[in-house]
């Protein structure tokens, strides 16, 4: 990893340091997530974005390198690491169609049969990690190493108190997991189930370490050591799913406003990839009602906007 500082030269810094210096004059952030009481006590007016570059060059400004819950970004990375080892099976077990509902919605499970809209709404992350689990036998053990490889960075850890905080409050979760179960599309144990994707959400990491994470997007499948984890086309259809689905039922108006393939989670965190050229990850922990990051989304509305770079 190199790490660049505000003396060095980086192609976007300017551009990441008049959106926070924006930012910080804009009232208005939202509230942070009050359903897991551990995540309820961030402070709304934090903020930090950072940029990578293909080349594992990372930047940026404000609290960049402070650590939040990267939750359900973490869907983004189970994805990748089920497809690189099912292909286009996966697809016969969840959908890839945009919900139009909550995160955590019940309602369309049993019209479908149990078969969930994407793999970014809960249901389908479920599907996702049990599969992933069934293959490596540790499906959040496989999230982490991933992520401390890409990121380079081997303190990433999951927090132990974000996670039981989540299984104590997790009734909604365990329905789901449950009636999917009761259409044949889940494997494991739901307790074992429930325990991996709670582990897996609780990871705390930095922009700084999802940005680097995120880099096999923008470098079409590719891994930061050089090795293929995805093809071409499959990074292509993981950055459509994450354009489409990738902030629930706000993708409409976050591809209207930002225009780029992005994945948001309730800790007030947004990975973005801009495809060949770099990603990028912003947190503010407060949510709107949504649940994606008021200053997140307003800040990489900024930086489309500012940098002429949109998948569009
Ligand atoms: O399943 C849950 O409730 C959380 N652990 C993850 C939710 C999440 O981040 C959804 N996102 N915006």
């Given amino acids: 990893m190199v790490i660049m500082t505000a003396t060095s030269s980086a192609t976007f810094l300017p551009v990441l340091e008049r959106i926070a210096e924006e930012i910080g004059h804009t009232p208005g952030r939202g509230r942070p997530a009050d359903y897991i009481p551990a995540l309820a006590s961030r402070d709304p007016r ?19 390198r402070e650590p939040f819950s990267a939750q359900s970004i973490t869907k983004v990375f189970t994805l990748a690491l089920d497809l690189a080892r099912e292909g286009d099976e996966l697809w016969e077990h969840v959908g890839r169609e945009p919900s139009g509902n909550p995160f955590n919605s019940l309602v369309q499970l049993e019209y479908e049969n149990g078969i969930p809209r994407n793999p970014f709404i809960n249901a389908g992350a479920l599907v996702v990690t049990d599969r992933l689990h069934t293959r490596t036998g540790d499906a959040a053990g496989e999230l982490l190493d991933f992520l401390r490889a890409e990121s380079g960075n081997p303190a990433l850890d999951f927090d132990t108190e974000v996670a039981a905080s989540e299984t104590a409050h997790g009734d909604r979760n365990a329905a789901l997991a449950h009636f999917m179960a009761s259409y044949g599309n889940i494997d494991n144990d739901i307790p074992v189930l429930l325990d991996q994707y709670f582990r897996q959400c609780s990871i705390a990491a930095s922009c700084a370490d999802l940005a680097l994470a995120t880099g096999f997007l923008a470098r079409h499948g590719i891994r930061a050591d050089g090795s293929r984890l995805l093809s071409r086309s499959q990074a292509k259809q993981v950055n459509a799913i994450m354009l489409t689905c990738g902030t629930y039922d706000a993708a409409g108006n976050f591809a209207y406003r930002v225009g780029l393939p992005g994945k948001s989670g309730v800790g007030g965190g947004i990975i973005a990839v801009v495809p060949g050229r770099c990603t990028l990850c912003v947190w503010s922990p407060g949510l709107d009602e949504r649940g994606n990051s008021v200053a997140g989304v307003a800040a990489l509305d900024r930086f489309t906007t500012l940098t002429g770079l949109s998948v569009f």
């Fill in 46 to 64: 934090s903020f930090g974005m950072a940029v990578a570059e293909p080349d594992g060059t990372v930047y940026g400004v404000g609290d960049w």
